[in-house]
């Protein structure tokens, strides 16, 4: 089965800048969309952003400008850049995949642990 790990989460100053990392093994299928979606103490998940195999990209209008998602098929890893951060991007930040059309992606069918990131005023 797919396995998803993230990595990259911390501690950092508002204004600083992480670089979010989720590893994907178990591999049998290209893996068409994937995201990472994060959850804000006494907050709803959201999806934050999404990209597609053919890099097609998604952000909500929060991190517009300030976060980048890219995907390195060869080394099956999605990344996350995060810059300027702010306070209120404290949460937990969740990698997802999903092998389907657009159609059934959504929401991403397959989830990762999850990966701190605090973001301090």
């Known amino acids: 089965q797919l396995q998803l790990v993230e990595s990259g989460g911390g501690l950092v100053q508002a204004g600083g800048s992480l670089r979010l990392s989720c590893a994907a093994s178990g591999i049998n299928l290209k893996i068409n969309h994937m995201g990472w979606y994060r959850q804000a103490p006494g907050k709803e998940r959201e999806l934050v952003a999404a990209i597609s195999i053919g890099e097609e990209i998604a952000y909500t209008d929060s991190v517009k400008g300030r976060f980048t998602i890219s995907r390195d098929n060869a080394k099956n890893t999605l990344y996350l850049q995060i810059n300027s951060l702010k306070p209120e991007d404290t949460a937990i930040y969740y990698c997802?995949?999903?092998?389907?059309?657009?159609?059934?992606?959504?929401?991403?069918?397959?989830w990762g642990q999850g990966t701190q990131v605090t973001v301090s005023s």
């Open positions: 997802a995949a999903c092998y389907g059309v657009i159609s059934e992606c959504v929401p991403l069918t397959h």
